[in-house]
């Protein structure tokens, strides 16, 4: 996955907002205020940081190589996926897709309601 299939299917998530907090070069997502992913845009190959269940960021680590325990995060719940062709651009999807709703199912109720009913 490039840099721009990536960046489109992360900015389309619903009330999805990109940031640089950290610098140019490092694209931050969030909703609700809360970062869902931190993509390293000038490191090749790519990398980004993705929330994860606990019991499936050690599953995803075993299985494949390029899932490494979250760079400068809480490794418990983070995961890096270097994105260096080794994973089905699928399953990419799938990851953020899972960190974008372990991130919302956490938000305020009144806020998870209202990204939930929005349309993008």
């Known amino acids: 996955m490039d840099l721009a299939t990536l960046?489109?299917?992360?900015?389309n998530k619903?009330?999805?907002?990109?940031?640089y907090p950290f610098?140019?070069?490092?694209m931050v997502f969030k909703v609700g205020g809360r970062m869902f992913a931190l993509v390293a845009a000038t490191i090749d190959p790519l990398r980004m940081n993705l929330k994860c269940r606990p019991e499936?960021?050690?599953v995803l680590r075993d299985i494949y190589e390029?899932?490494?325990?979250?760079?400068?995060?809480?490794?418990?719940?983070?995961?890096t996926v270097v994105l260096d062709?080794?994973?089905p651009d699928e399953l990419v999807r799938v990851?953020?897709?899972d960190s974008y709703e372990l991130v919302v199912e956490k938000l305020p109720r009144p806020v998870r309601e209202q990204i939930r009913q929005a349309s993008k």
């Open 23 to 26: 610098g140019p070069e490092y």
């Open 95 to 97: 990851l953020i897709d």
């Open 66 to 79: 390029a899932v490494k325990p979250g760079y400068h995060m809480n490794k418990r719940h983070w995961n």
């Open 85 to 87: 062709g080794s994973i």
């Open 14 to 19: 619903r009330n999805a907002v990109e940031d």
């Open 7 to 11: 960046r489109s299917y992360l900015q």
């Open 56 to 58: 499936d960021a050690v």
